[in-house]
């Protein structure tokens, strides 16, 4: 079988979006769609180059109006702002069976609910690219936890981009332990509202602090003076594993024993995305997170954002600029 995929954004996660779609084992046409020519050209030339399976081809495009009407997935990998309003459009002419979103999914907290009954009414299954719970180390560790005691999750690292990286990290803390109500307490983030490397958005440093009904918690911090790659820690009363993500590595303790260090893979997006795709196109099921799930964790993250943005830039709006 032949499937019809698009690809919604050929900026830099597009392209490694792509890069992976090369690299499926099923037969696919992909349309790629940017309305700047020189992205597009960009991807163009990247896809030339990769090393494509022989049953995977592409072609690219300026609007959504040039897709053809019935798609298989459909993959937005555009910035935040304009996410929406292109699932809006996308689906006023067509339905799709499957999609998956980017994060952060939308910076503006009034188009969670409208985009996910629009969702159910067309009958799309869709999932969130928090990536990490695709990678096999975060697959193994919830059997690797001990059934019953809390657990603290923790992330210390320099400038990594905590208003638009949280969500992986509060996503996969929600998958270890088993509960989506995450309660976010932003009260500790510096005040003030960092530049991000993104045009038109902004950028939090300090350090958040969340908590779920039975117990967990987490704690984000992200140095804005530093530039450490960020450590994960996964502490338990009996034992604490420690993932160096950046260096392919997990350190284990136990009490009164002495660390233990193996080695971990832990995948590029570009290697990630065709597997997924694969998984969905084929079994209609895959590793990340559905998008109802996905949207409750993003928006008890973005309401406080949203507070602490409102406070610090005199704005009064229900958005938030982050991606």
């Known amino acids: 079988m032949n499937y019809h995929i698009a690809l919604i954004g050929a900026g830099q996660l597009g392209t490694r979006h792509l890069q992976g779609l090369s690299r499926m084992s099923a037969s696919a046409k992909v349309y790629i769609v940017d309305p700047n020519e020189a992205s597009l050209e960009q991807a163009q030339k990247g896809f030339a180059e990769m090393h494509s399976t022989a ?33 809006r459009e996308l689906l006023a002419t067509m339905a799709p069976r499957y999609i998956l979103f980017e994060k952060f999914l939308f910076p503006e907290i009034n188009d969670y609910k409208p985009i996910n009954t629009l969702l159910q009414q067309r009958g799309i299954k869709a999932w969130v690219n928090c990536a990490r ?6 697959k193994q560790l919830p059997s690797m936890l001990t059934s019953g005691s809390p657990v603290h999750f923790e992330v210390n690292g320099g400038n990594w981009g905590l208003g638009c990286n949280s969500i992986h990290f509060i996503d996969i803390f929600s998958c270890l332990v088993g509960e989506t109500a995450v309660s976010i307490d932003l009260s500790k983030l510096d005040r003030q509202l960092y530049r991000s490397k993104r045009d038109g958005y902004i950028e939090f440093g300090g350090t958040l602090s969340g908590s779920t009904p039975n117990g967990h918690s987490i704690t984000l911090t992200s140095d804005m003076m530093g530039n450490e790659p960020p450590v994960v820690r996964i502490r338990q009363t009996e034992q604490e594993f420690t993932l160096f993500e950046s260096g392919k590595l997990m350190e284990h303790r136990k009490s009164g024993e002495p660390a233990t260090q193996t080695p971990i893979s832990f995948l590029f997006q570009s290697e990630l995305t065709g597997i997924t795709a694969d998984l969905i196109l084929q079994k209609g099921e895959c590793d990340l997170t559905p998008f109802d799930a996905s949207s409750k964790l993003h928006m008890q993250f973005l309401e406080p954002a949203i507070a602490l943005y409102n406070d610090l830039s005199g704005e009064k709006g229900t958005f938030c600029p982050i991606t």
């Open 55 to 87: 049953g995977v081809t592409a072609t690219f495009h300026k609007s959504i109006a040039e897709l053809p009407k019935e798609l298989d997935l459909v993959i937005i990998a555009t910035s935040s702002r304009p996410r929406a309003q292109i699932t």
């Open 133 to 138: 719970r695709a990678q096999s180390i975060y």
